[in-house]
């Protein structure tokens, strides 16, 4: 099944340092989006890219999409304790149902 | 608040007990999810409705796991004879066909412990 994969699985960064998770997947996709989780709570959309563009930005994060490699990466800029959550790629899977992988557990110490 | 809503929050059961949980989507999302997330994992796939149709379950839903949608509004989830291995917590999601970017939307999640 298609599920995003994410890499590193642990990230530990100082507040003020950027934060870059990655993303594979396997197969084609129309988009693929990003999601946070919080501990104990459920999951936040974040942002999604489209397959036609390589570059999209939201506020600090910023969110490249390379379909040749079938790859995605997510960085947060200027990073801040509350940014402390996991992230999750997902690329949809046939009728735009959305599975999800280990995800990158992001820790940033204040 | 319209945001996606799971009750209970919390539940803890003893080993081969009944429990249900409920979800109420986003009043005007005709798609419903449900997850399951053990800690430190990503949120498993467990089944997805469309209105009240149940269009997928996944291979992980045994039969003592059973899913509702009746009126295609709220939804239900039932775990039969619990064992120590269902607990996790259970996510809801939702989301309306047809926009543009597939967004879900979820709840808080009900946690379930089995002594």
């Known amino acids: 099944s298609q599920q995003g994969e ?73 990073s801040r304790a ?15 149902m959305l599975t999800f992988g280990g995800g990158t557990r992001l820790m940033v110490k204040p | 608040d319209t945001g996606v809503s799971q009750n209970p929050r919390h539940k803890i059961t003893k080993r081969g007990q009944n429990v249900t949980f409920r979800c109420d989507p986003i009043s005007e999302h005709n798609r419903l999810y449900w997850y399951r997330q053990t800690l430190g994992q990503g949120p498993e796939f467990l089944t997805y409705f469309q209105n009240e149709a149940q269009l997928e379950k996944s291979r992980l839903l045994s039969d003592r796991f059973s899913a509702e949608r009746p009126k295609g509004s709220f939804s239900t989830l039932e775990i039969q004879r619990t064992e120590q291995g269902d607990s996790a917590m259970y996510l809801c999601a939702s989301s309306l066909v047809g926009t543009s970017s597939g967004e879900l939307f979820f709840g808080e999640g009900s946690r379930l412990t089995v002594l």
């Open chain 1, 6 to 78: 994410e890499d590193p699985q642990a990230l530990s960064i100082q507040e003020g340092e950027n934060a870059t998770m990655n993303c594979s997947y396997k197969t084609s996709i129309n988009n693929l989006q990003w999601y946070r989780q919080n501990s104990g709570r459920g999951l936040v959309h974040l942002i999604l890219i489209r397959s036609n563009e390589r570059e999209k930005h939201s506020g600090r994060l910023r969110v490249t999409l390379d379909t040749s490699k079938k790859s995605s990466s997510l960085l947060i800029t200027a």
């Open chain 1, 82 to 96: 509350a940014d402390t959550a996991s992230y999750f790629c997902a690329p949809p899977q046939a009728g735009n």
